[in-house]
């Protein structure tokens, strides 16, 4: 029944879960089911405590959630789990909102009339299933499983993703896509080390900090973790030693909190990283012997053939000089200096990049301009330097067999592959899916599942997606609730929120250690939900009839409980416990020691139930050659693997690699730049609308990251904590650019781009650059529940549908608007 939260806090006597059900003024509706009322009914009872992970965001922060006879009331972090030691963002204090959302899916459905109608009928599990495994082993008897499409919006790092790779692998579908893409992010890597890992940045030692875009204090892929780093270091015990400076066009939480912050104009950071790598070669603040011994490209060189190719060092000293950067980034030619010689004077100092230097049409080549900062300065496997953690050892999945319908299925091509020759390097492009999805290429597709996620919501070509989802013939989410993406689904099976199912979080990217989360249920399902994990397995195993199964296990926590074997039988690392520390660990290492010793498998199991995970801070050092898997086995300042595969796909268009065939694939992948510098890190300019004077950049509030916090009232009223707006969007405005348009504190503003308009009040304060409006992202929501629906605005609604061309990642800093003081 729906109740009101203070009434159900009175029935459970009194405040004690206040913070996790919402008071901060709040009067919402919950929906508690009849028989949890009943047990509230009898007062205050039993108080025991479970840990978890939060899943709320891809952080993968250890919860730890009070329970009163066996209901959740309150939730904290728990302090010995080492990604988050204790700390919680806002989002993970309003989980009971999700548990207990009255706009849940609590039986699967089946759309009713046209998609979109947002008509809907309950089934029961049996005819729910039924429908779905009649349609794949139709698919698979006819030799079409290949048509099938599993897209994995859920953003989360650990076990499911290999559990979900299983099924569409036995099932014969190489189809599996995840929505964003890690892989996506590493690409800049990947052409610079030929290492597709995100790598991890050692704060703790390094005296100096610059960051290019990365809001990792808000947005990263686990700002809890980098509070925590960042608040050692300007606490007592870390005595300040740390400089901080950001750089970024709005004043971001990490800019707020860093000693500097560096406005600049949008799209421009690779110009900058580039011109602040010429005061460093000028000036010989660089590691000489590491740039010799292990990297190529930066010296003008000669190939194979006898043709002389220019290198990094001579590009950056012809084109990057101060004056030109100021002109492109808006940063002053003094402070470019300041900067360059304050990263070369202060060892051990780090650099790293993302969000607003990666979210463009330039992203790669931004991303690779930063990350040649770190190689200027020797920057790998050593103190205050960027380092990669060990895989965790965890068991791998029994072998299976394929049988030939899965052997020619997986061999046909991925429906996520690019037609056109654009994001050659992406893993996974959602506007490569809608094109296809579209034109029926390489092949229809008859079934797609979306687990989590609401790829509609996030998209920067709604109206093409909404037609590609209304083409496919059968759409299934596993979901709790139903947003804008499942409004076109043909049926949803409802999924367990993280508080009442088993999965694993691994080694969430950046985090500096190898490490497990257990997430296991703290309260039976509420509601007639499942695992989708449970659900895969049931399906995967039907579909190969009376065979072999690909899912030998009862259930999903089997498989869980059979892969963490692994780690117990490794003797590696340690349960997590209370004042166990990494140097404490590494002493006893190397003394031959191991803490993480264990009576049985049971036992460890226990203990990892008890207190919520396992971690390994001992990294095994790695070589210069593992890290740089590149041709060269160095790091390559002039990139052949992007030289490479742009060659290949060169031949591919014609035959006789012409100058047309060339610039026919450039003009495709949006690279301006001709020559050598191509494969060099260099700035690319955005391809901007004139008439256009204002751009448009985006954030995510820690709050409601993604948007899928929009249906916890407790996030809708703090969404804009920071600027007093709440339940509704805002624009930020410099003061110069809201005087010359007339624009006053909270007036409603209209920001218009070449593909629609919509409005939002105004905020000014001079921490934005002066010619950018930065709209807050995570409203505008056209279904989702009551408290999502119709608050706010989207800005990705009215933003243009370009993409970076190489990595496939959206553009949402891309689009240029006008703005107007509203009437």
Known sequence: MEIKRREFLKLLGGASGAIALGSFGCNQFIDVPDKIIEIAKNGAGIESWKNTICALCPGGCGIKVRLIDGIPVY???????????????????????????????????????????????????????????????????????????????????????????????????PNYFQFPSIKNDAVPYHLLQGNSKIPSYDFLNAKYVLSFGINYLEESYSPVYYTKLYSYLRGSTGEGRTRFVHIDSRMSLTSAN???????????????ALGIAFVLIKEKLIDANFIKSHTSGYEDWVDKNGIMHLGYKNNVLANYYPERVFQITGVQSETILELARELGNNHPSLVLGGDGSSNNTNGTFSQMAVHSLNAL?????????????????????????????????????????????????????????????????????????????????????????????????????FDSFINETNEYANI????????????????VPSVGFSHIGIQQPVIEPIYDTRSSADILIELGNKAYGNNTKPFPFEDY??????????????????????????????????????????????????????????????????????????????????????????????????????THDIEFVLG????KTRGDVIFLPHHEPIPYDDGMPIYLTTFQPITNRDGHASNLPLMQEMFGFLTRHYWTSWVELNPETASAY?????????????????????KIHPGVMPSVAAVPFGLGHTSYGRYAKDYGVNPNSIMKNLYDTINGIPATQSTKVKISKAK
Request: overall charge negative.
């Open 258 to 272: 860093a000693d500097r912050w560096i406005p600049i104009t949008p799209g421009t950071y690779g110009a900058l």
């Open 75 to 173: 939730i904290k972090g728990n302090p010995i789990y080492p990604v988050n030691q204790g700390g919680m963002c806002p989002l993970g204090h309003s989980a009971l909102e999700l548990l207990f959302n009255p706009d849940r899916v609590k039986s699967p459905l089946k759309k009713i009339g046209l998609p979109g109608g947002g008509k809907w009928e309950s089934l029961n599990w049996d005819e729910a299933l039924n429908i779905i495994s009649k349609k794949i082993i139709e698919l698979r008897n006819e030799g079409r499983p290949h048509q099938v499409v599993f897209l994995d919006g859920s953003n989360q790092h650990g076990l499911m993703k290999d559990h979900i790779e299983r099924f569409m692998k036995a099932y014969g579908s």
């Open 557 to 658: 926590v089997s498989e869980i409980k059979y892969r963490v074997e692994g780690v117990y039988n490794s003797g590696e690392g340690a349960i997590v416990t209370e004042g166990l520390k990494g140097s404490w660990l590494e002493f006893l290492n190397q003394r031959g020691w191991h803490i993480g010793t264990y009576d049985s498998f049971d036992e460890f199991w226990n203990l990892l139930l008890e207190r919520g995970g396992w971690w390994n801070p001992i990294r095994k050092k790695k070589g210069f050659s593992e890290i740089f898997n590149t041709p060269t086995r160095k790091f390559e300042f002039y990139s052949q693997v992007l030289k490479n595969r742009i060659d290949d796909i060169v031949k591919k268009k014609g035959i006789d690699n012409s």
């Open 492 to 507: 949803i099976l409802p999924d367990h929120t993280f508080l009442e199912q088993w999965n694993i979080i691994s080694n």
């Open 377 to 477: 300065l020797g920057n790998f496997e050593k103190d205050g330097g960027i380092f990669y953690v060990d895989e965790t050892p965890l068991k791998n999945l029994p072998h299976f067999e394929l049988d030939d319908i899965a052997k020619q299925g997986i061999e046909q091509n991925p429906f996520g592959n690019s037609l056109d020759m654009a994001f050659p390097f992406a893993d996974f492009s959602i506007q490569t899916l809608i094109q296809n999805i579209l034109a029926e290429k390489p092949y229809p597709i008859s079934v797609l599942f979306i687990y989590k996620g609401n790829p509609l919501f996030q998209t920067l070509n709604h109206h093409e997606f909404i037609e590609a989802l209304k083409k496919i013939p059968l759409v299934v989410s």
């Open 742 to 762: 007339g624009i006053s504190d909270d007036d409603w503003v209209w920001i218009e781009s070449v593909n629609g308009s919509i409005k939002a009040k105004a």
């Open 668 to 671: 495709r992948l949006n690279i």
